[in-house]
Every structure is written in C-alpha cells, then in structure tokens.
C-alpha cells in the first residue's frame, strides 16, 4: 500500500496563490494514478484535478480549469496542486488520493488510499 501527507494549505485572500504538495512513501508510486479532491462543511467530496501515472494525462474538474495545474515528480514521489486565482468558493480541505485503477478517475470510490488533508481558506 501507499501512505500520502499533504502540505501547503493556509489562509490566503481571494486572487492570490498556494501550491499544495503530496508525498508519497511505500509501494511504487508509478503504480497510482494521484488526484486530488475537496471537501467543504456540509458538503460531498469532490474532484479537483488528477495526474496520470507517468504524468502525460491531466484531468480537472470544470470549475478549476485554467486556475490549477496539477503535476507530478515520480523521482521525488510527489504530486503538487498549484492553485491560482483563488476564490472563496475553493474553500476545503484538500485531499490527495491514489489509484490502482484505469481510466479517467473523477469519483472518490475509484481511489485506494487516502491521506489526512490540509485545509484551505479563501477570504474574500
């Protein structure tokens, strides 16, 4: 199995920038599809962007499109999230999550391992 730490969550005001990163340590990382989610008081989890195994595939959620960039480091075991153009509505904790699975991975029940999240606060 694998075990992910997030970091780089924080309080930032609304327009401005955070890069939030996730490390992996375990099994082999280039097994996993990585992708991070979101998930804000009184609501469901959702998809934010994911990376595939080697890195060439991206995918994101609409309302993230053009403001996030997801990429991944297989030689450092570590997959980033930089976040631009923040609005409060990106207010969550944000987790990062790996797959074994295949395919365009937008559900949280596709994902294996999970890690603790970091939160992130958008002011306005």
């Known amino acids: 199995q694998v075990q992910l730490v997030e970091s780089g969550g924080g309080l930032v005001q609304a327009g401005g920038s955070l890069r939030l990163s996730c490390a992996a340590s375990?099994?082999?990382?280039?097994?996993?599809?990585v992708g991070w989610f979101r998930q804000a008081p009184g609501k469901e989890r959702e998809f934010v962007a994911a990376v595939s195994r080697g890195g060439g595939r991206k995918d994101y959620a609409e309302s993230v499109k053009g403001r996030f960039a997801i990429s991944r480091d297989n030689g450092k075991n570590t997959v980033d999230l930089q976040m631009n153009s923040l609005k409060p509505e990106d207010t969550a904790v944000y987790y990062c999550?790996?797959?074994?699975?295949?395919?365009?991975?937008?559900?949280?029940?596709?994902?294996?391992?999970w890690g603790q999240g970091t939160q992130v606060t958008v002011s306005s």
């Open positions: 999550a790996a797959s074994g699975n295949y395919g365009q991975l937008e559900s949280s029940i596709d994902y294996d391992y």
């Open positions: 375990g099994r082999t990382f280039t097994a996993y599809i």
